[in-house]
């Protein structure tokens, strides 16, 4: 479910896991809800919302032909609910950092909690009828809250998804993102991705 950019996210130092990354965030005395990424939950959905919005708003900063419709955020949450909160899925499709997931979720963009510092979300993908490769997902959005950046959050979040996916049976993990987005393709090189195919567009 293809919800946004991929995200706009600050490269970062050599990856070191999730242990790793968890451990020197908690040594910078972050908080530990913004530091540790939790499963979304339903009390998140217009925070999760927020975020998607922002996400996207750059998407269309990076290229002025990634745009949405105008009533995008009525469509996105009705999706959401369907496919993150309304289905069976082997791991979580969405990762949040920060909020407390209390509360009912409002219908004007508030959360039930704390702010959102960040998310990351993604599905596991069909499995294609004729490639021969292994199970696979895909991450579709990554986010973190310009006030968040450079603490490495970015890195936790595709730590965690990364290892759920892994032990939900998913060896293999796609991004998505634009090619214009200099900065997101930056990020996702230095994580270890790297190109498979090339979409275009006229």
């Avoid at 040594?27 to 975020?51: K, Q």
């Avoid at 979720?105 to 998310?119: R, T, V």
Wanted: net charge neutral; glycine share 12%.
């Amino acid at each position: 479910m293809p919800l946004g950019s991929g995200g706009q996210v600050q490269p970062a130092a050599p990856d070191r896991g999730a242990a790793g990354e968890l451990g020197a965030l908690r040594r910078a005395r972050l908080p530990r809800e913004a530091v540790t990424p939790r499963p979304a939950e339903r009390s998140d959905l217009e925070g999760i919302l927020d975020l998607l919005g922002r996400l996207n708003a750059n998407g269309s900063a990076a290229d002025a032909r990634y745009r949405l419709r105008g009533h995008s955020r009525a469509l996105l949450r009705a999706q959401i609910l369907d496919t993150w909160f309304g289905r069976f899925l082997p791991f979580p499709a969405c990762w949040v950092l920060g909020g407390d997931g209390a509360g009912e979720a409002g219908e004007a963009g508030e959360a039930g909690g704390a702010s959102l510092a960040g998310l990351i979300s993604g599905e596991p993908m069909q499995v294609h009828p004729v490639l021969d490769q292994p199970p696979t997902a895909r991450i579709d959005n990554l986010w973190i809250e310009p006030d968040h950046r450079r603490k490495g959050l970015a890195r936790a979040l595709v730590a965690t998804f990364r290892g759920a996916a892994h032990e939900a049976g998913y060896p293999r993990i796609e991004v998505s993102t634009l090619a214009r987005d200099a900065q997101a393709l930056a990020f996702w090189r230095e994580m270890g991705f790297e190109d498979l195919r090339v979409v275009l567009s006229s």
